[in-house]
Structure formats: structure tokens, C-alpha cells
């Protein structure tokens, strides 16, 4: 009678875990909308952040934010350049629009450095950039953007070494690049 008690809790016990774990995957995939496995896992909603309209007499005279798209070694099981994306870039896009006389797009842009478009954004944004690697042709593009008035921004290191290693690709010149 024992033995046969032992193994209904040893069922009951299993039975439990593997219910708990459907609960908590569930609750996982309910807190990204259900939708993590959509767009190459790239978030396209909102989230609660406002929308508003510009105006499209002038839809080419706004501001728009612009994350650069790189290639990066490590990371967290993404690639860095997706940090905290989308959810910072509509937020610094809603700020801007609310605290600024700027009008802005409220639909902000992902481009890599050797898209053609780059050169109509004044602004541009690269976060945790510790471990990217840029081609030649990339450095290339940043140099010559840089060089005729873009502005970069960059953002969230973890210490010098990230520092250093994003400053091998940024640096004004060749010869300060190591």
C-alpha cells in the first residue's frame, strides 16, 4: 500500500511541475504579446506609446530617429543593436515631439551604415555598441557620414574595454584605430 501511495505522489508531483511550467510559459509569451516569434522576433507594436499624424505636406521635413543595425560578437541571445528596441526609440521619438517645437515621425527607422537612405537622417543612434564589428565599408560609410554633419550617438557601455573597442571603429582616423 505504501509503495502504491509513493508512486500516485510521485505522479501527482510530475503531473504539478509540468502544469506549473505551462503556466509560466504561458505567462512569458502573454507579458510580449504573444507575438515574440513574429518579425524575426522584432517588436512592431506600440505598446502603449501614442501615435500622432504629421503632417504630409511636409513628411519629408521631420525628424526621424534612426538605429544603426551592426553586427556584434557575444551578447545576450540577441544581437546588441536590438536593445531595448522598439520601446526606447518611440519613446525618445514621443519626448521629442511633446518637449520640442520639432515635428517628428512618430515611426522610427532601423538602416545599416551602407543604406543609401542614410544620408537624409542628420541623426542617428548605435546602442551597446561594446562588441560590434564594422566592415570596411561600413567604417567607410560612418567616416564619410560623420564628416559631413551627421550626428552619432552612442550609448550604454560596460566599461573601458567596450569603450576601446567601439572607438577602433569610430575613431576620426585610420591610423588612431590601432
Not at 5 to 14: D, F, P, R, T, V
Not at 102 to 124: A, N, Q, S, W
Amino acid at each position: 500500500m505504501k509503495k502504491m501511495i509513493s508512486i500516485k505522489n510521485h505522479h501527482l508531483w510530475w503531473s504539478s511541475f509540468g502544469l506549473l511550467m505551462v503556466l509560466v510559459t504561458s505567462i512569458a509569451v502573454a507579458q510580449r504579446g504573444g507575438q515574440w516569434w513574429q518579425n524575426g522576433g522584432i517588436e512592431t507594436g506600440r505598446n502603449g506609446v501614442p501615435d500622432w499624424g504629421i503632417d504630409q505636406e511636409f513628411k519629408g521635413d521631420v525628424f526621424t530617429f534612426v538605429r544603426i543595425k551592426y553586427e556584434s560578437v557575444g551578447g545576450r541571445g540577441r544581437p546588441a543593436w536590438r536593445t531595448d528596441y522598439r520601446d526606447s526609440d518611440l519613446n525618445f521619438s514621443l519626448r521629442l515631439q511633446q518637449l520640442t517645437s520639432l515635428k517628428v515621425d512618430p515611426e522610427p527607422i532601423v538602416l545599416e551604415l551602407t543604406d543609401e537612405r542614410l544620408f537624409d537622417y542628420p541623426f542617428i543612434y548605435i546602442i551597446e555598441p561594446g562588441a560590434l564589428y564594422f566592415s570596411e565599408a561600413e567604417v567607410q560609410a560612418l567616416r564619410r557620414y560623420c564628416l559631413n554633419g551627421g550626428f552619432l550617438m552612442v550609448d550604454d557601455f560596460w566599461g573601458d574595454y567596450q569603450y576601446e573597442n567601439c572607438l577602433l571603429y569610430t575613431s576620426p582616423s585610420p591610423r588612431d584605430r590601432g
